[in-house]
């Protein structure tokens, strides 16, 4: 017995020629594999964020501009908070971020080790900050598999929460505030609180330190 014709190539290649308007075949003539299509992908999104002018803003200002915009692109490709934690990613693209960021952190007056160690930070921060929405992404996918209601299975689960929480004082103080009842605006602002704070403690430790060199 003959097996089932199956179409060419894995679903991932077979979507994206779909929306090329072209046959699976013809995609791998220029990617390989999903890693080399994650990757090129990824590369290419980053050219999303602005790119902040140096020679006329303050590193501050550079630094809130260059951090905002890799948050807001994150979190317009949720996709891409996963695959940091799943592929080996790299390209122009990315790397012209990560030259800027190091760029930001000099002009602030970091010395190169300590510049590397702003900036990385930064970027921690910042893809820690846009983890809720992919994760978000992840769970309805996964809620919705075999037609569940996503939605339901979600309220569900929050009036189960609530439950819970209404065990503890500071969690049953906030019930029924902005913050509990529409989450989804929350991450915005813990973002901006967040990176303010952590360029506050840059400013700091650049005064601390210029206060204790020799004159």
Known sequence: MSSPIR????????????????AATAVYWHIKTKDDLVRLASDAVWHEVELPDLDAAGWRTAATTHATGMHAMLTRHPWLVQAFGSHLLHGPGQALHNDLSLAIYEKAGFAADDADQAA????TFVLGSALGPAAQVSLNRRLSKNGADAEQLMADAMT???QTAMQFPRLRER???????????????????GLQSL???FEAHLTASRASRPE
Do not use: C, E, I
Request: charged content about 15%; glycine content about 6%; cysteine-free.
């Open 7 to 22: 179409s060419p190539g894995p679903p991932h290649m077979r979507s994206l020629a779909k929306r090329l308007d072209s």
């Open 120 to 123: 990385a930070t930064v970027l």
């Open 160 to 162: 189960r929460a609530t």
């Open 175 to 193: 019930l029924g505030t902005t913050a509990a009842t529409q989450y989804a605006a929350a991450p915005d602002n813990t973002f901006a609180f």
């Open 199 to 201: 360029l506050d403690g």
